[in-house]
């Protein structure tokens, strides 16, 4: 079982390089867990405290707010929206936090010089945090933007019914009359203070360092090492850069991807030219797993393949941690690109088992051997202790054989019909709810069915 504990850490940083404007849409170890570094303040006004000043509605009316400074400011009324000039002196990875609010929504965006979008957070819920981890700037003007979702009204309570009142005993005082408060005279409740904060600091070592979200600006990633990252705003994609010029030719790879709170990752695998040969994702909160990956280099590709990482949301407070590691795949081991059925692993006429590996999110897809002769064959997958597998056997896109989720741990058996010369593909499967585990397909030829 794949498990990764994952640290909540100060935010990552890093360097724009020479670029003024990001645009950005929306069976091997663990996953090493690294202590990573708090980042300093740069700039001045580190420490300083002090309210937004109204109005600032407005790029040209928005409340300076400096470097390392916290400034606390409020929603009200609900369409308002709160700007915060920053004035960056020097290049590095900003992050700006804001904190949660009861009964409000919360959105970050930020600006660029020119009022171009670079980052937006919007984690979804009330009294959640919101934020941009590590955004790499260059000196100049940036304006921080909060604004509050409008929330779905919610249902009127009905009133409780009243009994009726008992008549009053001769010679009882009078009850004394109800005091009854108007709604719209009575004193409003105040919207409340929610807190923001900007940082910029130098990136530390193995961490990502921003812009990354194409093959040019990627990350170097080294087999072996533990780097660290953010899903740190809506539509952010980190890309690494792995060489695997170095690798053995009979080697495969794992790569882990450890669990994000509140986030479905994405990762997908592509090689030198861009050609995805892997996509996989996780459920929410989950960590990825891709075990036994053969690299492909194409004829006149350089040896690269880029991992790239996506989030179906953001989350600026919890980093992922990402490793490549590499081993020596072992006897009838399944590998991987196997998701697809274009990357089907042969499953050859010498072999009558394979030892496969299930992860959340995996598909495994083998092809059968191709014979002259109709046949009938005999599937068994013998899953692990802790995964729901189901199998199916596909004939041009047709099912002709499937097994059932019987349950965890619970072994599949059934037969398919294959027609003599025809591709037969297997595909393993399983819930999401499936944890690690290897599990062992076996097949079996018989005659053909009458």
Same mark, same amino acid.
């Given at each position: 079982m794949f498990a990764v504990v994952v640290a909540l850490v100060a935010p990552l940083a890093s360097a724009c390089g020479n670029k003024n404007r990001q645009k950005r849409a929306g069976d091997a170890a663990p996953v090493e867990v690294v202590q990573q570094p708090v980042l300093g303040d740069a700039g001045v006004g580190g420490g300083a405290s002090g309210d937004e000043i109204e109005p600032n509605d407005g790029e040209d009316v928005a409340t $300076?707010?400096?470097?390392?400074?916290?400034?606390?400011?409020?929603?009200? $009324?609900e369409v308002d929206?709160?700007? &915060?000039? #920053?004035?960056?002196?020097?290049?590095?990875? +900003?992050? *700006?936090?804001?904190? @949660?609010?009861?009964?409000?929504? #919360?959105?970050?965006? #930020?600006l660029d010089g020119g009022g171009s979008a670079l980052a937006r957070s919007d984690r979804g819920g009330v009294h959640v945090r919101e934020g941009v981890p590590n955004l790499g700037v260059?000196?100049?003007? &940036?304006? %921080? %933007?909060?604004r509050a979702k409008k929330l779905p009204p919610t249902r009127p309570v009905p009133a409780p019914?009243?009994? =009726?009142?008992?008549?009053?005993?001769?010679?009882?005082?009078?009850? =004394?009359a109800a005091v009854v408060i108007d709604p719209a005279v009575a004193a409003p409740s105040a919207a409340p203070v929610y807190e923001i904060t900007a940082k910029v600091a130098a990136p530390p070592a193995n961490a990502e360092r921003e812009p990354d979200d194409d093959r040019g600006t990627a990350n170097d990633l080294i087999v072996g090492d533990t780097v660290t990252g953010f899903v740190g705003w809506t539509g952010d994609a980190d890309v690494w850069k792995l060489s695997v010029e170095a690798l053995s030719a009979k080697n495969v *790879?794992?790569?882990?991807?450890? @669990?994000?709170?509140?986030?479905? #990752?994405t990762l997908e695998v592509a090689d030198g030219v861009g050609h995805v040969l892997l996509a996989r994702k996780a459920p929410k909160g989950s960590s990825l797993v891709v075990r036994g990956l053969v690299p492909v280099v194409p004829p006149g590709s350089a040896p690269y393949?880029?991992?790239i990482v996506k989030g179906d949301r953001s989350n600026h407070e919890t980093a992922y941690q990402l490793r490549v590691s590499e081993k020596v795949p072992g006897p009838d081991a399944e590998v991987e690109p196997d998701d697809a059925p274009d990357h089907a692993m042969p499953f050859s006429l010498e072999r009558k088992v394979v030892h496969g590996?299930?992860?959340?999110?995996?598909?495994?897809? &083998?092809? +059968?051997p191709v014979e002259q002769a109709a046949r009938t064959v005999e599937i068994t997958i013998d899953p692990p202790a802790d995964a729901d597998l189901s199998a199916e056997v596909l004939i041009d896109g047709k099912v002709v054989g499937k097994g059932e989720h019987l349950g965890k741990g619970v072994q599949e058996k059934f037969t398919a019909a294959i027609p003599a010369g025809a591709t037969a593909l297997l595909k393993v499967r399983g819930t999401d709810a499936s944890i690690e585990g290897t599990y062992d397909v076996t097949l079996q030829d018989g005659p053909a069915a009458p």
């Open positions: $300076p707010l400096s470097i390392g400074a916290t400034l606390r400011g409020r929603i009200d $009324p929206a709160d700007f &915060y000039r #920053l004035d960056i002196k020097d290049a590095g990875a +900003l992050s *700006v936090e804001v904190t @949660a609010v009861d009964g409000m929504d #919360l959105t970050v965006e #930020l260059t000196p100049g003007r &940036y304006t %921080v %933007v909060v019914k009243k009994r =009726p009142a008992k008549p009053a005993r001769k010679g009882a005082p009078g009850a =004394p *790879v794992d790569i882990e991807l450890s @669990a994000v709170e509140g986030v479905a #990752l393949h880029y991992l590996t299930w992860a959340p999110g995996d598909l495994d897809f &083998y092809a +059968l």
